[in-house]
């Protein structure tokens, strides 16, 4: 059963373009949604994340938006660089369930950005 | 430098050799669990633990075990290692108090089961 559900599963951007990458979940006691960064041979990294309350975070290039009523998540690359190019995960949590602070994460997507 | 580590990164083995895969984290983190990566599924908790003896099943725990007799590691043992188990292996840990506390991860083990 995959409560977050990512998408694509792969996204090739020219440089300067922008990079979206869009997630659903299920589980509405979900309230901390952190999207991870991967680079190969590495362990993700968190990059960003957003409560509930808010429907926009930015950090610099990258924004999360949040749409609560339809149980939506997305992250914007701006002015995507070759740099950029890695796996991407959305994750989510919560206080409740069996698994106290276990992190959901989507399949993930590969993000290819061209120079 | 704070970090998680993990060993040995790369690891062939065969069909029911027990193996152990260490975790070491030295940021005095009580919650560390362990994830498996496989293509397509993302990432999926296999164990975690509290704090040192409390642990518990995550998602994916059949044929694995864990313990948790220091604070700073969580060895992810398979006793007797299937070829289903070949996957790409995290460990992480994080503050216990307040879920959003940031998970740090280690930089994975790849086995390989024959």
């Known amino acids: 059963q995959q409560q977050v559900k990512q998408s694509p599963q792969s996204l090739i951007v020219q440089k300067g373009g922008i990079s979206i990458i869009n997630c659903a979940y299920e589980?509405?006691?979900?309230?901390?949604f952190p999207w991870y960064q991967q680079f190969p041979g590495k362990g993700p990294a968190l990059l960003i994340a957003i409560r509930p309350d808010v429907s926009e975070k930015k950090e610099g290039r990258f924004t999360i938006s949040f749409n609560k009523s339809a149980k939506q998540f997305s992250l914007h690359i701006m002015d995507s660089q070759p740099g950029d190019s890695a796996t991407y995960f959305c994750?989510?949590?919560?206080?409740?369930?069996?698994?106290?602070?276990?992190?959901?994460f989507g399949q993930g997507t590969i993000l290819t950005v061209h120079p | 430098e704070a970090q998680v580590t993990q060993n040995p990164r790369y690891l062939i083995t065969v069909t029911g050799k027990k193996l152990t895969v260490t975790c070491s984290q030295n940021?005095?983190?009580?919650?560390m669990s362990w994830y498996r990566q496989d293509p397509g599924l993302g990432l999926r908790q296999i164990y975690y633990?509290?704090?040192?003896?409390?642990?518990d099943k995550g998602d994916v725990p059949e044929g694995y075990k864990v313990s948790r007799k220091e604070k700073r590691n969580f060895p992810l043992i398979l006793e007797s290692p299937s070829p289903n188990q070949t996957s790409l292996y995290f460990c992480?840990?994080?503050?216990?108090?307040?879920?959003?506390?940031?998970?740090?991860f280690g930089p994975g083990t790849r086995l390989t089961v024959t």
């Open positions: 994750a989510a949590t919560g206080p409740g369930g069996t698994s106290y602070g276990k992190l959901t």
């Open positions: 992480a840990s994080r503050l216990r108090e307040g879920y959003s506390y940031e998970q740090y």
């Open positions: 589980n509405t006691a979900f309230d901390y």
């Open positions: 633990s509290m704090n040192v003896e409390v642990t």
């Open positions: 940021m005095n983190h009580e919650y």
